[in-house]
């Protein structure tokens, strides 16, 4: 029998398996908020835990190990120190805007001072976790299920009255993916939600505007940025935050001279002050920051105070610049709008947010609704009946005296006063005391309100309206209970201060550049060879040097690669065999022309470059960088993937061992590429989704042509003319039509485009046919052949024309010049 359940596998494929249902259980289960209630699953479950418990704002304090143990033992069968960690979290002042938990004891601090253990400290809810939360848990409002050993019921999630997502935001690192989200101000959230029902098309604008940016507990200061748009607009962004700090001067003593100090009063949003101090300290006694004398720590119950005592020749807001260039207390939060939408992972913008709780708030509302009209329309029935048998109390009297028992009793009233199950035993149950006139009159006004109520649900079901403005007067509600006064202020110019300290700090390569450019005469042109040398020329130089003029395979100058003016200032991508793409900073060649390395980031110092391909100045939609590798393969990667590019190289494409670019081009959607071998087959493959599609940037790209046995691939070029030119290794060479070239599909083998003269000869270079194709041989000989001067031959003929070279010469590299963008 056990041997039937034994089940062989590949490894690899176990591997995958029991790696995605990790991964999987760690994105769902444990790191990641859900976007409805802007809880982990822990968090739940403590939070569930402690309204079962009875720990309501007005209940004493219960210990947080009678908590953890509850927790543990009904939903979350864990490590308990991890239970314990979240709940402490949930109590700090300094994590959340909001705390959910109130706590008594020690629960840490921001020193990094761990909390008490958890048989020492104490917990219950906080109004606003049981009035915003946990409220509405018993309305039917959200789905139960049953817990790990299926003894217990669990919420799938709260139903929670305020985005607490965004309210205390959330942190959390998972398999291949992390979240962190700020927290941000309760009126300010509220505003942004009722604008958006009252009038869901509302502009990104005036959401900002209502929602313009975080509100960390610990106050501080955010600096409106482009990084704060991106987050707010795509999920995903860059907020520049710094501490608050005031000179002052401080009497150190009887007698002593007064002394210019720097008091830092806020820190930046989760860091570490012990740590910020020490940290100082020793940039100070470094050298790094210069005019200290002592940094001290006089925080206290009023608030945080760190005083640093300078020099009496020392300009404070000088060092105060410093501590913000050189510290901590200028930086920046990272922020990834990332939750659980359906129970998968999606990045989210601010609106996408707002209206995932919009809409789930729409839903509590409708169930909870109904759940009150079930209620009320149960109660009415059961107050019917009662009414009903006061009207007819002799006989009801009479029915019940004259049987045995009280099965009996309900079936008669149930038959002669045509009253339901229910309704009969609310009558036996009745009391003595509903007998009384007064009584009566009460369950007629209990009557007409349950009518009331009954409407009124009965209205919100039916109206959306109605149902919405219920949801606006809610918010307001808890607007004006739980708002507090924003703690963080938001400052103007974001952007422009930290290109202002980034340009103090160091002379960085965006100024030197602009530098170097604005140095570079006004009609001088940018020469990049074959050879690898950079320089600028004038007009009159680049004449002299004739690198548009034809001439035979000898001693002219190396062809040129590039020729483009400085003015509008081109941007040129630099593509590596190693699939690393940087930015040539060709700007420094007017002051020291050189070789092309010299102006590659240094990771591209040991890899040789493949190809130059101009960024265009225009709009960027629809364009893409295509990218072939020797093994075959064309990955085209969205060029708004590199038009960002900092001063570093990067990669683009993730390459087999062995295997290197080969060329790369921009490619327009609708295009045709064409590809050939060494051995003269050509293969057309037009640009679009289907064939070649977009790819990011850990892509291979497609398979393209199928090599055969010691085939390999020579180029690629994107068809713009009706020919191209190609040419082998003994210096034949002939200009193609492109009119028979079929189109094919991945894969295919293709098509023979020239006819190979000897064995031993193979097809080194291809390029467009224009004015000039460039020629390079393996002595270093240069020519420029005007290929319309080419005989023209259909594809699977053999070489048209004939370089003449030296004896045992060999053409290396056949290229175009790049004159335009």
């Known amino acids: 029998m056990a041997e039937e359940r034994i089940q062989p596998t590949a490894l690899h494929q176990e591997m995958q398996r029991s790696y995605l249902e990790y991964a999987m259980s760690v994105i769902v289960g444990r790191a990641l908020p859900d976007a409805r209630d802007g809880l982990k699953p822990v968090q739940r479950r403590i939070l569930y835990a402690m309204q079962e418990l009875g720990l309501t704002p007005d209940r004493p304090y219960r210990k947080c190990a009678r908590v953890v143990g509850d927790v543990l033992g009904k939903y979350h069968p864990h490590g308990d120190q991890a239970v314990y960690d979240a709940l402490v979290r949930l109590v700090q002042t300094f994590t959340s805007r909001h705390p959910l938990l109130d706590g008594h004891g020690n629960f840490g601090s921001v020193d990094d001072d761990p909390p008490a253990a958890m048989r ?22 959200v789905e139960f299920i049953s817990n790990f050993d299926g003894s217990q019921q669990e919420p799938t ?23 962190s989200i700020p927290p941000h101000n309760l009126s300010e959230v509220v505003e942004g939600l009722i604008a958006l029902i009252h009038k869901p098309d509302l502009s990104d604008e005036q959401l900002l505007q209502l929602i313009p940016g975080p509100d960390f507990p610990t106050g501080g200061e955010v600096l409106l940025s482009s990084g704060l748009q991106d987050t707010y607009l795509y999920g995903r962004g860059s907020i520049p935050m710094r501490g608050v700090a ?32 020490e940290k100082l300290a020793e940039l100070v006694n470094g050298g790094k920051i210069g005019g200290v004398v002592d940094v001290r720590d006089e925080s206290d119950r009023d608030g945080m105070r760190v005083v640093v005592e300078l020099r009496r020749d020392a300009d404070p807001d000088k060092v105060l610049k410093d501590l913000q260039r050189r510290t901590a207390l200028q930086s920046n939060f990272g922020a990834i709008l990332l939750a659980l939408v359906n129970g998968q992972p999606q990045q989210l913008s601010l ?92 369950l007629r006004k209990e009557l007409n309100s349950l009518r009331g109520k009954q409407e009124h649900f009965k209205l919100l079901l039916e109206n959306r309206d109605q149902l919405l403005d219920t949801m606006v007067r809610e918010l307001r509600t808890l607007q004006k209970r739980f708002t507090t006064p924003r703690r963080t202020r938001l400052i103007e110019g974001g952007d422009a201060l930290m290109a202002e300290q980034a340009a103090n700090q160091r002379p960085n390569t965006e100024a030197l550049r602009q530098q170097a450019l604005a140095a570079l005469p006004g009609d001088g042109r940018l020469l990049i060879q074959a050879d690898g040398q950079v320089r600028i020329v004038t007009p009159q130089v680049l004449g002299r040097l004739r690198l548009s003029d034809p001439c035979p395979v ?41 070789a092309l390395k010299r102006f590659l980031p240094s990771g591209l110092e040991r890899d040789s470059v493949v190809a130059i391909t101009p960024l265009p100045n225009q709009d960027s939609s629809g364009l893409s960088l295509g990218l072939l590798s020797s093994d075959g393969r064309f990955k085209r990667l969205p060029l708004t993937e590199v038009l960002d590019l900092s001063g570093r190289a ?81 210096g034949r060479i002939s200009r193609i039509t492109l009119s028979p070239q079929r189109l094919s599909q991945r894969g295919d083998l293709g098509s023979i485009a020239v006819l190979l003269n000897d064995d031993k000869d193979r097809v080194v270079g291809i390029a467009e046919a224009g004015n000039l194709v460039n020629v390079v041989s393996s002595e270093q000989r240069h020519g420029r052949i005007n290929s319309m001067s080419l005989t023209e031959s259909k594809p699977g003929n053999y070489f048209s024309d004939q370089l003449k070279l030296h004896k045992n010469e060999k053409i290396i590299n056949l290229l175009n010049t790049i004159e335009s963008i």
């Open 120 to 141: 020492y400290t104490e917990t219950r809810l906080t109004p606003i976790a049981h009035h915003a939360l946990l409220e509405e848990i018993s309305d039917n409002t």
């Open 157 to 179: 999630v709260i139903p929670a009255q305020l985005p607490f997502l965004l309210l205390n935001g959330c942190s959390g690192i998972a398999v291949g993916m992390a979240t």
């Open 351 to 442: 609106r996408q947010l707002l209206q995932i709780f919009l809409e789930y708030r729409e839903l509590t509302l409708i169930r909870r609704t109904s759940h009150f009209l079930s209620k009320t329309e149960s109660r009415l029935k059961i107050v019917d009946g009662l009414i009903t048998a006061l009207n007819n109390l002799q006989a009801v009297v009479a029915m019940i005296q004259e049987v045995n028992d009280a099965n009996s009793a309900r079936a008669n009233l149930m038959v002669r006063l045509e009253l339901t199950e229910s309704q009969a035993d609310a009558v036996l149950a009745m009391p003595l005391r509903r007998l009384t006139g007064l009584e009566r009159e009460d």
């Open 650 to 730: 990067t990669s683009v494409v993730k390459l087999k061992d062995g295997v290197q670019l080969k060329s790369a081009m921009i490619c327009h959607e609708h295009q045709d590429l064409l590809l050939i071998s060494d051995i003269g087959r050509a293969l057309r493959l037009p640009i679009n989704e289907a064939t070649l599609p977009l790819m990011g940037r850990l892509a291979q790209g497609p398979m393209t042509m199928r090599l055969l046995p010691d085939e390999h691939l020579v180029g690629a070029l994107i068809l713009i003319e009706s020919t191209f030119v190609v040419i082998s290794r003994e």
């Open 246 to 277: 005031h000179t002052e001067e401080i009497q150190l003593g009887k007698g002593r001279h007064k002394r210019n100090a720097v008091v830092v009063t806020e820190l930046p949003y989760q860091l570490n002050k012990a740590g910020w101090i």
């Open 554 to 594: 000898g001693n002219a100058p190396s062809p040129a690669r590039i020729i483009l003016p400085i003015e509008p200032s081109p941007r040129l991508l630099a593509i590596s065999a190693n699939g690393r793409v940087a930015l040539v900073r060709w700007e420094f060649a007017g002051q020291q022309p050189g």
